[in-house]
């Protein structure tokens, strides 16, 4: 339809723009108000979407912005519902309420030389996976479970656990139950966004980890992935499992030396004499005091020693209480 504006024609279309849709030929006036104004002409090439709301020549009268394109208007038209929807999904941004797969594990290990870093990663369909499923919290108490899931095994290992949260990221998680030979477990660590860091046991029996770092698994991801270890070369791990062998079999010794006193009304500085052998690389001397004996075992491998007493005389320096062994290196 030719639209005549001020003694001239146009050949272009005339597509006029309510709030509640598109006409063709109609005049356009201020929403709401039945006074007339300018019909906006509109070429093809613009789309209906060239502006959302028209121009009001009223005073006080406000112009939209115009779009883009036509993606540009449904953009407009659906954003509060898309920020609704993308409200409810939203991962919250605490420990609560969310998993957390281990994804690094920094250990110590005396399988490599001291000093070198050896990194590698696990396929995760042959990584262990482990991860943290927290629930809901209830004060500062956020409850949940540990789980352990080795691949191509049906069998899956869960913990209770409990944690806090402090306002600035700082994270206690305590196992009661334990996990395998420890009783009770309690790391701590921080977190700062997607990432979870917890400090490791530092004990021999837990493969003397340093450190786990752990990932926020978003919603509509995978809670399983590889897993990377950063093993470090260190003796440390190797002596202290030496050592912790070394003290049970000199407290191993102290029991078999009993029944053997029992039937003799001595004690015995030949091992032979006892129902007991000591650890593979342990090697164990037993010197007789006036009112029992004291023994000292050696590793052949890295010389640590350890030493332990019955009676009121101490041969060496390391042990300081009755029946107690000591190791080198120790306070």
Not at 13 to 36: C, E, M, N, Q
Not at 44 to 72: F, I, N, V, Y
Not at 185 to 198: A, K
Not at 302 to 309: D, S, Y
């Amino acid at each position: 339809m030719p639209l005549s504006r001020g003694g001239t024609t146009s050949s272009r279309s005339t597509v006029a723009i309510t709030p509640l849709g598109f006409r063709s030929g109609k005049r356009l006036g201020h929403p709401g108000r039945s006074d007339s104004s300018e019909t906006v002409a509109i070429s093809r090439s613009h789309r209906p979407c060239h502006r959302l709301w028209g121009r009001s020549h009223e005073p006080g009268g406000s112009t939209m912005a115009p779009c883009a394109d036509p993606w540009q208007c449904v953009a407009l038209l659906l954003s509060p519902l898309s920020a609704f929807i993308l409200a409810c999904n939203a991962t919250p941004d605490t420990l609560a309420g969310n998993t957390w797969r281990v994804e690094r594990v920094f250990s110590r290990s005396h399988r490599h030389p001291v000093g070198s870093t050896i990194t590698r990663e696990i396929r995760p369909d042959s990584a262990p996976q482990v991860r943290l499923q927290m629930g809901a919290a209830s004060g500062t108490r956020v409850p949940g479970t540990l789980v352990f899931q080795i691949p191509h095994e049906r069998a899956v290992m869960t913990y209770e656990v409990t944690a806090t949260e402090s306002a600035t990221g700082e994270v206690t998680v305590s196992v009661p139950g334990g996990i395998s030979d420890l009783r009770t477990l309690t790391v701590s660590g921080t977190r700062r966004g997607d990432e979870l860091w917890l400090i490791g046991t530092g004990k021999a029996d837990v493969m003397f980890i340093d450190s786990v770092l752990l990932r926020r698994v978003r919603k509509g991801q995978m809670a399983g992935g590889p897993l990377v270890i950063v093993e470090r070369g260190d003796l440390t791990a190797l002596i202290q499992a030496q050592k912790a062998r070394m003290k049970s079999d000199l407290r191993n010794l102290v029991t078999e030396q009993e029944r053997y006193f029992a039937d003799h009304v001595r004690y015995t500085r030949r091992l032979s004499d006892l129902n007991f052998a000591p650890s593979s690389g342990v090697t164990i001397e037993v010197t007789l005091t006036a009112d029992g004996w004291w023994g000292r075992a050696r590793h052949t491998g890295t010389g640590a020693e350890c030493e332990i007493f019955v009676g009121s005389t101490s041969g060496g320096s390391l042990a300081r209480r009755e029946g107690a062994p000591a190791c080198s290196g120790e306070p």
